[in-house]
């Protein structure tokens, strides 16, 4: 289980294994991969579906902290959205948000 903090700088530099969730931002967090680089996750399951949401912003320091949580303040926004709509729309019998054409609504954010 991750740890849950408010990232800041200073607990971002000290994080020197695991994975340090964003108790601001949902889904969000920073993981410290094998090769000792650090890359921002997002994961989120969209309530009332086993539909999970699972991607990657990229590494630090290209994406800073206020990048990654732009970017998975939009993820929310669209996945917060299914929620209210209580829609669970199928295509083939597959939920349609784990449809490849579904995931390329979903964009990375910017390089800095």
């Known amino acids: 289980m991750a740890k849950k903090l408010a990232l800041t700088p200073a607990s971002v530099d000290a994080l020197q294994k695991g994975l340090l969730a964003d108790i601001l931002t949902p889904g969000l967090a920073i993981e410290v991969l094998a090769s000792g680089?650090?890359?921002?996750?997002?994961?989120?399951?969209?309530?009332?579906?086993?539909?999970?949401?699972?991607?990657?912003?990229g590494c630090l320091p290209a994406q800073p902290i206020a990048s990654a949580r732009e970017w998975a303040r939009?993820?929310?926004?669209?996945?917060?959205?299914?929620?209210?709509?209580?829609?669970?729309?199928?295509?083939?019998?597959?939920?349609?948000?784990?449809?490849?054409?579904?995931?390329?609504?979903?964009?990375?954010?910017?390089?800095?």
């Open 37 to 57: 680089k650090k890359r921002w996750p997002y994961r989120r399951q969209v309530a009332g579906t086993t539909i999970m949401v699972a991607m990657h912003a």
């Open 74 to 112: 939009g993820l929310n926004e669209k996945v917060e959205a299914d929620i209210l709509k209580g829609s669970r729309r199928m295509t083939s019998g597959v939920p349609r948000a784990a449809t490849p054409s579904a995931s390329k609504s979903i964009s990375r954010p910017p390089k800095r």
